[in-house]
């Protein structure tokens, strides 16, 4: 029988190399900032581990912000603090 592979990503916070499935993606597509919960949209997305200690960290840090080039609104933070619970 084939062994699937699982696709791997890294966080952008904990630099940790976790599978896709572990993580939510944010994507940057014409100077717009979406969560992309299928994992298929169009555009530049970053990575960030599905806690809430980790979504803190990165508001705090900035690191969605810088992997994006982009500043991100609150409301992207609302959104992806009620997907993690």
């Known amino acids: ?3 699937k592979k699982v696709p791997m990503r890294t966080c952008i916070v ?3 190399k976790l599978p896709k499935q572990e993580l939510i993606r944010i994507v940057k597509f014409d100077g717009v900032v979406t969560v992309d919960e299928t994992g298929k949209k169009n555009g530049k997305g ?3 581990k599905k806690d809430l200690s980790v979504l803190d960290l990165a508001k705090k840090n900035k690191a969605i912000d810088r992997a994006l080039e982009i500043e991100i609104e609150d ?3 609302e959104h992806l603090s009620k997907l993690i619970d």
């Open 46 to 48: 970053c990575y960030i």
């Open 75 to 77: 409301s992207v933070y």
């Open 14 to 16: 904990t630099k940790e």
């Open 1 to 3: 029988m084939k062994v």
